[in-house]
């Protein structure tokens, strides 16, 4: 069978109107060759992400953003276009995020591996964002910003109080301040080479010093050593026996018992005792007064004299 040319050249028209489909197709990013199925996400906010853009499953590259379209309620409805050898399970979360610092955002899908069953082309997604190294970047600078503007501006006050402050007559006095500072620096100076001169010449005196500072703390030592081998609690123990003793006779005292309770409470033997001593001191008056009615010593029998009773007789006196 003779192909005639008019066959020959619509073959060809047709396998390059084919081709060029295919190539067409193939730059957009879907195979002819191969299935697809469509998954359909809700975002909040978009921003970066365009059609064409990277659908990847733990980074490998299984389809691809086929159109966003704006809804009524200002949501963005995408279209996932995803091939269709991935089953992918139920409840996956779609997960917008930023793959580098430059350039645009790309649709990681989360598998679901909680069930087995695989959603259908035409199924939603659930979606979910993820900030990109810019963003966090962004989010991590803006409050170190916003307190660096803040300690800027306060650090700009300052400075204004302190050129109010710091007038004419305030800045010769700080001059004159730092002037002083530097004599009492210089004096300081002075004084401490003196009292290294005033060390250096009594050096032996401090060495002799401080040996007999360390005698004296052996001594200490010994002392102490001494205290602690003496037996401080027996000693303590009977003191407190012999205090109880004595409390106890001082309130036997107290009460009128024993010679010396006697003593101090019975009024008759004080009263006794009171009248015995004056007439003992009026003997000793009288002994005094006539020593001849007591020693009586006579060489020609002379008589005694009558008895005659002193003048001062305390006896009688009330």
């Known amino acids: 069978m003779k192909i005639t040319r008019e066959i020959k050249t619509a073959i060809l028209v047709i396998a390059s109107i084919l081709l060029f489909i295919w190539g067409y197709s193939f730059l957009k990013g879907r195979d002819l060759l191969s299935s697809y199925n469509k998954y359909y996400v809700k975002y909040d906010n978009v921003d970066g992400l365009s059609a064409s853009s990277p659908v990847t499953i733990n980074g490998l590259v299984v ?14 409805l995408v279209e ?13 979360v779609a997960e917008l995020y930023s793959p580098g610092p430059i350039g645009g955002k790309q649709i990681a899908i989360l598998p679901n591996t909680t069930t087995q069953e695989v959603a259908q082309s035409g199924d939603f997604l659930k979606s979910g964002s993820k900030l990109g190294l810019t963003e966090e970047v962004s989010k991590e600078i803006k409050p170190i910003k916003d307190k660096l503007n803040l300690v800027l501006e306060n650090a700009n006050k300052m ?21 002083n500072l530097n004599a009492t620096l210089a004096e300081f100076k002075q004084t401490s080479e003196s009292v290294n001169t005033m060390i250096a010449d009594n050096k032996g005196r401090i060495n002799s010093t401080l040996a007999n500072v360390e005698k004296t703390s052996a001594n200490m030592g010994k002392i102490s050593d001494s205290l602690a081998k003496a037996n401080i609690g027996q000693t303590v123990k009977n003191l407190e026996k012999t205090l109880a003793n004595v409390d106890k006779i001082l309130a ?3 009460s009128g018992k024993g010679t010396l309770g006697k003593l101090a409470k019975d009024e008759t033997l004080y009263t006794n005792f009171t009248k015995t001593s004056k007439e003992l001191e009026l003997l000793l008056q009288d002994l005094r007064l006539n020593p001849t009615r007591y020693v009586n010593v006579s060489l020609f029998g002379k008589k005694n004299k009558p008895y005659k009773a002193p003048v001062n007789d305390t006896l009688n006196k009330k």
């Open 63 to 76: 389809g691809k953003v086929n159109s966003i379209e704006l809804q009524k309620d200002w949501t963005s």
């Open 80 to 92: 996932l276009q995803v091939k269709g050898d991935f089953g992918i399970p139920k409840n996956s």
């Open 252 to 254: 036997d005292m107290q």
């Open 159 to 179: 400075l204004v109080n302190i050129n109010q402050v710091l007038d004419e007559k305030t800045k010769q006095n700080l001059r004159s301040s730092l002037e």
